[in-house]
């Protein structure tokens, strides 16, 4: 089924519905008081979509909460920036809690019968009394000229929940910040902020925005783009993906381009993205190919690996554009996966050209974890190709593991 075919008819939608110690460094720096105007757009086959209004209102979320992701970045490396630290280790900035916040509210109020899966609640921002610097973030990039927010608000914002059960449901999913860890150490990494829509059981659209891409000729896309900074990259099933730079003051007008996976056939020539907790001696492709990170010395029983740390999202949008051909991650034992690393990443791929499986072959079961909608449980682990390699890599994979379902 097209949904491109579908000119914008009525939605039926769902109605809405640990404690972690953190180590505050130093306060949260005080941020220009100017409102942020967006005028999003989208593709044109995705202007007469199903579900246009909610890519449109996506689009406008991720943007505004990517400008909101440079600002605070540029306050943590400028002067005495807030970072904190979860008690697992995991760096996490206002800017987590101000993306989540920001994009709940600019979502509810045009879909709130749209309940959230997401990263973050409010329990330890309220803890460490830093709701009034969320507050701050959120204010100067909201659209809303109405009220004044207030902590409430932001605390509601970020809490916002569904209930869900066995059937298939709609919501939307949200990772604020994937790669939390480049995004506070100021280097190159990437950092991506995702938003999926999934309507009964299926994801429908997805937007990544990634504020520090930088553009380059290998992507299969126009040479006025090569050195943009900043992407944002959307899809709707049945309309492709497609991306352009992020617009600012100095460059309004940029147009979007169609992305499409790359051409590998063959899988010692593809270019590989592996979680960066992961070795490639932990993956059965290892048995059949060694690796490096010498994109000018592969020999012929290697593959070239990509180091894209940090995150899952931006290896996602690495195969759909068509830098990489391939992304694998095993499951383990001691950590859980988790959906909003992965759902808007499955729908940009696939709109691409590109597949996502379990390491059986089957699609991701998205109501696996029933009761929150939080928690993947891919047997084996997690597939993505460029289509043309994925049988083979899943038939390397049943030859050298035994994969659990």
């Not at 979320?61 to 970072?83: E, M, N, P, Q, W």
């Not at 004044?148 to 608000?153: G, P």
């Not at 509601?156 to 994937?178: C, H, M, N, Q, S």
């Not at 928690?375 to 083979?392: C, D, K, R, T």
Request: with cysteine; proline share 4%.
């Amino acid at each position: 089924m097209d949904l491109c075919q579908y000119a914008n008819p009525t939605t039926k939608l769902l109605q809405p519905h640990h404690h972690r110690r953190f180590t505050l460094l130093s306060s949260p720096s005080s941020f220009s008081r100017r409102r942020f105007i967006v005028r999003s757009s989208i593709p044109s086959p995705a202007q007469h979509a199903k579900y246009n209004n909610e890519l449109r209102a996506a689009v406008d979320a991720v943007h505004r909460a990517c400008r909101l992701c440079v600002d605070v970045k540029r306050s943590l490396f400028t002067s005495d920036g807030s970072i904190l630290e979860k008690n697992d280790q995991t760096p996490v900035t206002i800017a987590d809690f101000g993306v989540q916040a920001l994009i709940s509210l600019e979502l509810g109020k045009l879909f709130p019968s749209i309940p959230l899966v997401a990263e973050e609640d409010s329990a330890f921002l309220q803890s460490n009394n830093l709701v009034d610097s969320v507050v701050n973030v959120v204010t100067d990039k909201s659209s809303s000229q109405d009220n004044a927010l207030t902590q409430a608000d932001v605390v509601e914002a970020i809490d916002r929940r569904g209930e869900f059960g066995p059937k298939p449901a709609t919501y939307w999913v949200l990772d604020p910040i994937d790669g939390t860890r480049g995004f506070v150490k100021g280097s190159e990494a990437l950092y991506v902020v995702g938003l999926a829509l999934v309507v009964e059981g299926k994801i429908v659209l997805g937007v990544m925005g990634c504020p520090n891409w930088r553009g380059d000729k290998s992507a299969s896309k126009a040479q006025e783009y090569e050195k943009e900074s900043g992407i944002i990259m959307v899809a709707h099933a049945g309309c492709g993906t497609w991306a352009k730079g992020l617009p600012d003051v100095h460059n309004t007008a940029v147009n979007w381009y169609r992305c499409l996976v790359d051409g590998s056939t063959a899988v010692r020539k593809g270019r590989y993205c592996i979680s960066e907790s992961q070795t490639w001696e932990s993956l059965p492709l290892s048995s059949s190919f060694g690796s490096t990170t010498n994109k000018d010395n592969v020999g012929d029983e290697e593959v070239l690996l990509l180091p894209t740390c940090c995150g899952s999202l931006c290896k996602y949008l690495m195969v759909a554009s068509g830098r990489a051909s391939v992304f694998i991650q095993r499951a383990r034992a001691d950590r859980v996966i988790k959906v909003w690393d992965h759902a808007v990443g499955v729908i940009c791929v696939e709109e691409a050209g590109g597949k996502v499986t379990d390491w059986n072959g089957d699609q991701l079961d998205l109501a696996a974890d029933e009761a929150e909608r939080k928690a993947l449980f891919p047997p084996g682990g997690i597939l993505v190709s460029n289509n043309n390699l994925h049988q083979e890599i899943l038939h390397i994979i049943a030859s050298k593991s035994t994969v659990n379902s």
